[in-house]
């Protein structure tokens, strides 16, 4: 084999696997207890969105979550520049991210981009 080849697989498996290890890590947050060392506005039931400036699939999916920030309180957004220390509390490894939260636990992650539909539907889970 050739080392043209090695080095093509080697990418090939580098791309399949830092997605894989991405989703992974989201699935251990669910049912996880938030920390209580975290400011209040993050306890309760919510749906926190976070985001980056720098990202395109987050410049789209933000002005829906204004909108429904604006229709109701238990919508968050957090720039995971702006506030690492709650990106990492949640273990935000990818924008955009959305984490239902209720009753102080995390109840599901959602990664990537996500439709006003999708994200209503998400909502009412934690109504």
């Not at 049912?31 to 985001?51: A, C, V, W």
């Not at 957004?77 to 239902?100: H, M, S, W, Y």
Request: proline share 5%; aromatic share 6%.
């Amino acid at each position: 084999m050739s080392w043209v080849m090695i080095v093509l697989l080697l990418v090939a498996a580098f791309l399949i696997l830092v997605p894989m290890l991405t989703y992974l890590s989201a699935r251990r947050m669910v049912g996880k207890q938030i920390e209580t060392s975290l400011p209040d506005h993050l306890s309760g039931n919510r749906m926190i969105y976070f985001y980056s400036a720098n990202c395109g699939p987050c410049r789209a999916m933000t002005p829906i979550i204004d909108r429904l920030a604006g229709e109701n309180e238990q919508v968050l957004k957090i720039d995971v520049q702006g506030d690492p220390e709650t990106a990492r509390a949640f273990n935000i490894r990818a924008t955009p991210t959305t984490v239902l939260v209720k009753d102080n636990k995390v109840l599901d992650v959602a990664l990537g981009s996500k439709t006003e539909k999708q994200l209503a539907s998400l909502l009412e889970r934690v109504a």
